[in-house]
């Protein structure tokens, strides 16, 4: 579901922005360890299958969750994840799949996988020593599944802002995708792109991709439209792309 959403919300044109929150007590609680934990013993203890062949179905599985969190990276509009109370397990792999992290003060992070004997494999580790930028904190925590506050998660830059509660932070989370859905779209999904190759690429790499993006993309009207807005002390509008 999670990479289908985010499919139709990249091809969607009314859509600039877009806030991902939790419906319950928390964020994210983690895996159902019954249900989820359940089918993936099933899956090891299947001794009609070899080893192989189970070796296949497990790549499969962990392919197919691995795309739904990346359908977010690459969804070209900014995702905004507000969080509250726990955000544990898969909710990491999420929230590093997001553009910016707000949380409330009550937020609690757990990278927990080390807990159930694996290692993570669906994006935590592989963006959050990229999100944070401070490799021996990420080790650390990934190495004890130990719980990080809010305070702690503010510090070392795993969120941006901090809230009272699950509310507030939801509320700040809506009017930020509101304030960049203002602006220009082929702007904010430009700044996306770059800054997305620029991450993973060297300066020089990332200095010609954005020299390509930026011949055509400067062509359209949105440039023009908010010199003259700007010259004429007045709001720009921008189409929808």
């Known amino acids: 579901e999670l990479r289908t959403t985010f499919d139709k919300l990249a091809e969607e044109p ?19 360890l019954q249900q989820g934990m359940g089918e993936l013993i099933g899956m090891l203890m299947n001794d009609d299958a070899d080893v192989g062949r189970k070796a296949r179905s497990l790549r499969r599985l962990i392919t197919t969750c691995q795309d739904s969190y990346t359908a977010i990276e690459a969804c070209p509009k900014p995702v905004i994840a507000a969080i509250h109370s726990h955000c544990i397990g898969a909710g990491i792999n999420l929230i590093t799949a997001c553009d910016v992290r707000y949380a409330s ?44 506050s809010a305070d702690e998660a503010l510090n070392f ?15 700040g989370a809506l009017y930020l995708a509101r304030t960049i859905a203002e602006k220009s779209p082929i702007a904010v999904q430009g700044t996306k792109e770059v800054l997305n190759h620029a991450r993973n690429h060297s300066i020089q790499d990332s200095l010609d991709f954005v020299k390509t993006w930026n011949m ?17 002390k007045q709001k720009a509008e921008y189409e929808n792309v």
């Open 14 to 32: 009314k859509c600039r922005a877009i806030v991902i929150s939790g419906n319950g007590k928390s964020f994210c609680s983690g895996i159902d």
């Open 105 to 148: 003060s009550d937020a609690v992070f757990s990278i927990k996988e080390v807990d159930i004997g694996m290692a993570a494999d669906v994006g935590a580790l592989n963006r959050i020593q990229k999100v944070v930028g401070n490799d021996s904190w990420t080790r650390e925590i990934a190495f004890t599944a130990r719980d990080v």
């Open 157 to 171: 830059g795993l969120i941006s802002r901090i809230f009272n509660n699950a509310k507030d932070v939801v509320e």
């Open 216 to 232: 055509s993309q400067m062509q359209s009207a949105d440039l023009r439209n908010s010199a003259m807005a700007a010259m004429n």
